[in-house]
């Protein structure tokens, strides 16, 4: 079964710092999909960011980019421009290719300081 | 695009009681989710269907629990009788395609007393 690890519980960064989210998972298939889901106090899942694991380029989504290192099976999120909006709990999940279902980190809860 | 729909968006009900939160996932998608979200165990897949078909119902904890999808525009999630320790946030997402991104409801909050 896959399993994803955020080995973080909570972090926190300045307003305008960069700050990264670690997430490491483990799976047996070759192709399968990584996201990054915030949730913010508001209770919202958003979805922040994706990574196809057939893709070497690393993916990016404005202040938003990932590091994607398949053969560790890590992907981790840089924040930069930290803003006080980013504050929420960060998730990070797994779905193998053709699979409908999301495995989910336990999270790590972002805290932006002004 | 209204996006995912739920509700109630909080229930407090008493031990004993039967509840039911309700979806409605965004047209055209053909999947739909069932989470359940806890300090302890965070976000656990209870069901999902696919074309209003239950396909992997592994996650529901106990008979308790039953979900229904009648048509593809809605979905309830039923807990019969309720136990305080089903209190939770409980999430409804669909998706599209199999390597589509899930889009997720504001979650109903479920407190049982």
């Known amino acids: 079964a896959q399993t994803v690890t955020q080995s973080q519980p909570e972090m926190s960064v300045q307003e305008a710092e960069t700050v990264t989210l670690s997430c490491t998972y483990d799976?047996?298939?070759?192709?399968?999909?990584l996201f990054w889901y915030k949730q913010p106090p508001s209770r919202q899942m958003i979805l922040v960011i994706r990574q196809e694991a057939y893709k070497q380029q690393n993916a990016t989504e404005n202040r938003f980019s990932v590091n994607f290192q398949k053969a560790a099976k890590s992907f981790s999120l840089k924040i930069s421009d930290s803003q006080l909006g980013d504050t929420a709990m960060y998730f990070c999940a797994y779905s193998g290719a053709g699979s409908y279902q999301l495995t989910f980190g336990k999270g790590t809860k972002l805290s932006v300081i002004p | 695009d209204a996006g995912v729909i739920q509700s109630p968006r909080h229930e407090v009900t008493e031990m004993g009681q039967e509840v039911t939160l309700r979806c409605k996932p965004i047209s055209g998608h053909n999947s739909l989710f069932w989470y359940r979200q806890t300090m302890m165990r965070g976000l656990e897949l209870l069901i999902y269907f696919n074309n209003n078909v239950p396909i992997d119902d592994s996650g529901m904890p106990e008979d308790r629990f039953s979900a229904k999808m009648p048509n593809a525009s809605f979905s309830t999630l039923k807990i019969q009788p309720s136990e305080p320790r089903d209190s939770a946030v409980y999430f409804c997402?669909?998706?599209?395609?199999?390597?589509?991104?899930?889009?997720f409801g504001n979650g109903t909050r479920l407190t049982v007393t």
């Open positions: 997402a669909s998706s599209s395609r199999g390597d589509s991104p899930l889009h």
């Open positions: 799976t047996s298939e070759n192709n399968y999909y």
